[in-house]
């Protein structure tokens, strides 16, 4: 996503930063878990959280949702990724052979997670969207690969190798998670910069970084109108009923509602008579 996202300017910028994104550009080194953490403290926030783990040699996009925003992490973070890389492998290959070896690897592969992963370790299907390689350099080839949320490039590395007498990973860069792409993350300096700008009394360079949760909620998510005439007990919960609906029902599973430009929520589609859709989660 881009950074500039409008001007929000009529919300306070405390609940701004309780319901939005901001792209982080993590550097090598830390963990995606400290760097959250030190997000969270700089905005004095209750909570914050990351979406999609980089381990700590790893840099790049890392999204992290704030405040409020937090509940909606399951939604956003499990989208395709995109990383450039550099692997060495341990004998020489012509570029040839060794694209015809990472073919086989193009498509839905199942993958066993590192020992040291901090998920269950068995087998899982993953997709391979694509993987090319860009530059070489001796044993060195700089590649580049998207694949599905979930997918180990440290392992499919360590995978292809198998196949050509070995190969490592030595750097690993993210460059896309979903929506957020690395042109528009910022580094912790930048960060810090805005941070300190912030205590100053100046709003604006953050509120041209910070994303509102609404704004990628719609991008994710189809999004439908109400009318207001129920919204009390919408916010206490109430399912949605056909005739909350201003223009159309939805069709899709799972979709965001909104009166004019107000968020109200994410619903799930039902088939219950009148009853349309219940609620995933309410932003009252």
Known sequence: MKKETGNYGKNAIKDLLNFSV?????PS??????????????????????????????SGVLPLTLGRACRLSSYLMHKDKEYVGIMRV???IPIKELEEKIKSFIGKIMQLPPVRSSVKREEREREIK???ILEIKGKDFLFKTEVQAGTYIRKLIHDLGEQI?????LELRRTKAGLFKEESA??????DSLVAELKKGNEEPLRK??????????????????SSNNLKKIFTGKPLMKSDFILKIPKEELFSV???ERFIGIYKKVEEGNIAARAEFVFN
């Open 90 to 92: 341990h004998s020489e």
């Open 186 to 191: 910022i580094t912790l300096y930048e960060f």
């Open 130 to 132: 694509s993987f090319k």
């Open 209 to 226: 970084i910070v994303i509102p949760a609404e704004k990628v909620i719609k991008e994710i998510l189809p999004s439908y109108e109400i």
């Open 22 to 26: 901001i792209n982080i550009d993590k």
């Open 258 to 260: 909104f009166i004019k």
């Open 29 to 58: 080194g830390p963990t995606s878990f400290q760097v959250s953490n030190y997000v969270c403290k700089s905005f004095k926030l209750s909570k914050t959280s990351h979406m999609g783990t980089l381990d700590p040699l790893v």
């Open 165 to 169: 007498g070995g190969a490592h990973m």
